[in-house]
């Protein structure tokens, strides 16, 4: 008979868990191979668990948003050739959007090795313009200085994707009986000068309009208690980037708008009006919220990092270091100025206001993006957690959804991603499993992943997928449409999106009324488990509304 394969008390596959241990690891998300094996060994007696994901790309777009929404390092795992490959739109995903993620890949042997080039890629190279660190493993002995280097330069500011590659062999290989662990060092973030504090005070008593932006930099707990002190200690009205919603509760009276558009919305008069913007957590992988001209605007740039400058981006002055401890010396130090007007700037908040209530409440069917929109907002509670993946409905929810706390809205506006929505909705329902979580997904997006439901069944997650329908890659036929190019090429067919869901343990739904969408929101949202509600859109609106009425409506203010 023969014997099960036993590893090593002490091989490097071992080690490795240790060292991933002693960083805290909850989780990895993975879809392993044979090259994995001694690794998956050493998993199975850890207390680390192993979440079994159906594709690549979805695990690694969970352990993104574990890092986006924990601030740790999420890890996940993929064998070598097409599985690492398949890591390489996450990887970019965590890295533009300045998520901590550790990716491990397996690979064959590289001492000695029977099976050619079979499978083999060099994936450290592809990895190198697409993360802050990647590295091989080519001796057991370097896991422990190897796995500390990588979480340290994930976390750190700016955070990021690493990766580590651990071939078969060193997997398997003994490291010397006094290898240690390295412990995280206790590093805390630089503040930033006095002086260029100061300086940012003097510039905001000699502005008469400014304003403040809150991009996605912004998005961490203290930095948000230190930006609603500003805003309440000066009265400075604010907006946001589309990473930026949420900071502070988008009720507030001082709230303008979200820039979800890149120029000629109400939000672009109170940018165009004002002579300082006060630029916190801007990043410039987000599409620029206005653009900057020679003579125009002053700009203070408030950030962990100095600016990258760019053609349409270059601040006058930069406040750099840990931004909550910056925002609250400029909330403490600065105070109310009477020389402030922001008359004009508030009457752009009335009439963003009145313009988002337009055909909120509009009983077309197939649904309005407006109505759509604010059914979620009143169905999901206050601490409710939406995930968008990427098309046009995004930019709806941006403009018209308000946030009421950070992190409450998952949107991805640095790779754009789709297919990200279905993994980070179930990453946040995985993290808070008390709270409400709606994966807002166009058709498109969501049969990108939409093998993850079973994951998501498997799990037990309390999860809704909304599926807004139009059979088509929506927002490039708006794009088309703008170009003024004949619709062509982006039509498709679905499947039975009902019929799908229960096929794999969920529950499925179409809303076939409009009056239907909010009881079925909150019915599915009560209900616990996986469900899925599939509501018919009418994108009309976006060429009524972006590209005709928006233009008429600004240019009065």
């Known amino acids: 008979m023969e014997s099960e394969r036993t590893i090593s008390e002490s091989d490097g596959a071992r080690l490795f868990v240790r060292a991933l241990e002693s960083e805290g690891v909850e989780y990895i998300f993975a879809v392993p191979g044979e090259e994995n094996l001694a690794l998956l060994e050493a998993l199975r007696t850890s207390d680390i668990q192993l979440i079994l994901n159906r594709h690549e790309q979805a695990a690694g777009f969970m352990a993104a948003t574990y890092g986006r929404l924990t601030g740790k390092v999420g890890v996940c795992l993929s064998t070598l050739g097409p599985g690492a490959t398949n890591l390489v739109t996450a990887a970019a995903y965590a890295q533009l ?51 500390r280097e990588a979480f340290r330069l994930a976390a750190e500011e700016r955070p990021g994707a690493v990766h580590l590659e651990l071939p078969e ?73 589309q990473m930026g919603k949420g900071v502070i509760d988008e009720r507030h009276p001082r709230y303008l708008g979200n820039a979800a558009l890149s120029s000629g919305d109400f939000v672009h008069c109170a940018i165009d009006e004002a002579d300082l913007v006060i630029n916190v957590g801007h ?28 053609a349409v981006y270059f601040p006058q002055h930069e406040v750099v270091g840990d931004i909550a401890n910056s925002v609250e010396y ?42 759509i929109v604010s059914d979620v907002r009143q169905a999901v509670p206050e601490d409710g957690i939406i995930a968008l993946d990427n098309g046009m409905y995004k930019l709806w929810f941006a403009r018209n959804y308000p946030a009421y706390d950070n992190n409450t809205v998952l949107l991805d506006n640095a790779l754009a991603s789709m297919g990200a929505g279905l993994p980070s909705a179930m990453m946040a329902a995985m993290l808070y499993p008390d709270r409400r979580v709606v994966a807002v997904c166009g058709d498109g997006g969501f049969m990108m992943n939409s093998q993850e439901m079973e994951t998501a069944v498997r799990l037990g997650l309390n999860l809704m997928v909304l599926i807004i329908n139009d059979s088509a890659y929506g927002m490039i036929k708006w794009k088309q449409a703008q170009e003024g190019f004949e619709t062509f090429g982006l039509d498709y067919g679905n499947p039975d999106f009902v019929a799908y869901a229960r096929s794999y343990g969920a529950s499925g739904e179409r809303v076939e009324r409009a009056e239907d969408l909010l009881p079925r929101l909150r019915a599915a949202l009560s209900a616990g488990g996986v469900r899925l509600l599939e509501v018919p859109v009418d994108y009309r609106e976006n060429r009524r509304v972006f590209d005709e009425e928006l233009p008429s409506l600004t240019c009065r203010l």
């Open 283 to 310: 990043d410039l992988v987000e599409k620029p919220p206005f653009f900057m001209h020679p003579g125009g605007k002053k700009v203070i740039h408030v950030n962990f990092s100095g600016a990258n400058v760019d």
């Open 330 to 371: 400029l909330a403490e130090h600065c105070g109310r100025c009477g020389g402030h007007d922001f008359s004009r700037l508030m009457r752009v908040k009335s009439a963003v206001d009145e313009h988002l209530m337009d055909k909120a409440g509009d009983d077309s069917f197939p649904l309005l993006p407006q109505r």
């Open 169 to 241: 062999d060193i997997a398997a290989e003994r490291p010397h009986d006094d290898n240690h662990i390295f412990a995280a060092s206790d590093a805390r973030r630089p503040t930033a000068s006095t002086k260029s504090l100061d300086i940012a005070c003097d510039m905001l008593r000699e502005a008469r309009h400014p304003l403040i932006m809150i991009g996605a930099g912004a998005n961490r707990k203290r930095v948000s208690r230190a930006l609603l002190h500003l805003v309440n200690s000066t009265d400075i009205p604010f907006f946001t980037t």
């Open 97 to 147: 959007g300045g998520m901590p993620m550790m990716m491990v890949t397996g690979q064959k042997p590289i001492k000695s090795s029977k099976q050619g080039l079979f499978q083999i890629l060099d994936v450290v190279d592809l990895m190198r313009p697409i993360t802050k660190y990647t590295r091989q493993i080519s001796n057991a002995n370097t896991i422990p200085a190897k796995v």
